[in-house]
C-alpha cells in the first residue's frame, strides 16, 4: 500500500525535517511507485523525488549509511534509462555506479546488491571488468556449491556483449535449467542465438514467450519486428514495432 505509506511519510516528515530514516523511506516508497509505472512523466518525478529524499537522508545522517547510497544508485539508474542521448545515459549511469560502489563497501541491508555489478558495467562498456566480476562472485561461492541461476544468466549476458556466444548460450542454459519459467533468462536465450546466425529457431522461441507474457514487454516486440523485417516481412515488423511502442519508452 505505497499511496498509503506516502501519506504518512510526509506526515512524519512535516513533524521532523530533519529524520534522515523518515527520508530513506519515503525514497523507498517513490522507488516502489515506479513499478509497472506507464506515465514516463511520472516514472521521472517518482524518481526525482526518491533521489532528492536520498540526498536529504545522506546529508542528514551523522555517518555514510549503505543503504542509503543504495537507493541513490537505484534513482539514478532509473533516470538513466529514461534519458535520449548517449552521452546522458552514460553521465547518469556513471554517477549510479559511483553510489552502488559507495554501498557495497559500507553495511546495507541488500546481500544480492553485488550481483547488479556487472550489468553496471556493461552499460558503460566495461565488458572484462564485468566478466572479472561474475566470475569472481561465482568461485566465491566455492567449488561444492549449487549452481546459482542468476549468477550464470549474468555470465550468459556479458559474454554475450563480449561476442562469446557459445559460452553465453552455455551460462544461459545453466539459469534455464535451474529456472525454466524465468521470462528473462528466455529472452537472453533468443537474443544469442539470433546473433549465432539462427533467427529462425530465435523467432520460434520468441513467439512462445510473448504468447506467454504479452504485456510489459516492447523490447520483445521489437526485437521480433527486427527478425521479421530481416526475413523479408515487413507488414508484420510494423505491427510489432507498434506494439513494441505501446509497450515500452522507445
Known amino acids: 500500500q505505497f499511496g498509503k505509506s506516502l501519506v504518512l511519510w510526509d506526515r512524519v516528515i512535516r513533524h521532523d525535517p530533519d529524520d534522515h530514516h523518515a527520508h530513506f523511506n519515503r525514497a523507498l516508497t517513490y522507488l516502489e511507485l515506479t513499478w509497472n509505472q506507464r506515465s514516463l512523466e511520472e516514472y521521472r518525478e517518482y524518481n526525482c523525488r526518491a533521489l532528492q529524499d536520498s540526498n536529504l ?90 549452481p546459482n541461476a ?18 553465453a548460450l552455455e551460462h544461459t542454459q545453466v539459469a534455464l535449467s535451474i529456472c525454466p519459467p524465468c521470462a528473462n533468462y528466455k529472452e537472453q536465450r533468443i537474443e544469442i542465438l539470433y546473433h549465432m546466425g539462427q533467427p529462425e529457431q530465435a523467432l520460434v522461441e520468441l513467439d512462445a514467450l510473448l504468447a506467454e507474457t504479452p504485456n510489459y514487454g516492447g523490447d520483445r516486440y521489437i526485437l521480433r519486428a527486427l527478425m521479421e523485417q530481416e526475413m523479408g516481412n515487413t507488414q508484420a515488423a510494423m505491427r510489432d514495432l507498434d506494439l513494441g511502442m505501446a509497450n515500452s519508452w522507445v
Open 57 to 146: 537522508a545522506i546529508d542528514l545522517a551523522d555517518r555514510p549509511i549503505g543503504d542509503y547510497y543504495y537507493t541513490r544508485f537505484r534513482a539514478y539508474d532509473n533516470l538513466a534509462k529514461t534519458v535520449e542521448y548517449r552521452v546522458d545515459q552514460e553521465q547518469l549511469s556513471e554517477i549510479a555506479l559511483e553510489n552502488m560502489l559507495i554501498a557495497l563497501d559500507l553495511p546495507n541491508r541488500y546481500p544480492w546488491a553485488r550481483t547488479g555489478l556487472p550489468y553496471m558495467l556493461v552499460r558503460l562498456g566495461r565488458y572484462e571488468e564485468a566478466r572479472q566480476e561474475v566470475e569472481r562472485q561465482i568461485a566465491e561461492r566455492g567449488e561444492g556449491a549449487a
Open 150 to 167: 542468476g549468477l550464470h544468466d549474468t555470465l550468459g549476458y556479458v559474454l554475450m556483449h563480449l561476442g562469446d556466444y557459445p559460452a
